[in-house]
């Protein structure tokens, strides 16, 4: 995994946990749901990445 492919799978996580936080914030379950998605989306590049990176070695 690149650097650059972790630092944007960390941003979109964050990114993520930070419209779930306003979520819960603005009683907003839309958001919750909106964060946890990207979430989820960021762990599963994540977890490819590394499938990939095991293969390389």
């Given at each position: 995994?690149?650097?650059?492919?972790?630092?944007r799978?960390?941003?979109e996580?964050?990114?993520?946990?930070?419209?779930?936080?306003?979520?819960?914030?603005?009683?907003?379950?839309?958001?919750?749901?909106?964060?946890?998605?990207?979430?989820?989306?960021?762990?599963?590049?994540?977890?490819?990445?590394?499938?990939?990176?095991?293969f390389?070695?």
């Amino acid at each position: 995994m690149s650097a650059s492919d972790k630092i944007r799978n960390t941003a979109e996580d964050l990114k993520g946990k930070a419209k779930e936080g306003l979520g819960h914030v603005t009683n907003d379950d839309s958001k919750v749901a909106e964060g946890k998605t990207d979430q989820a989306a960021a762990s599963a590049k994540k977890a490819g990445e590394n499938v990939k990176d095991v293969f390389k070695k």
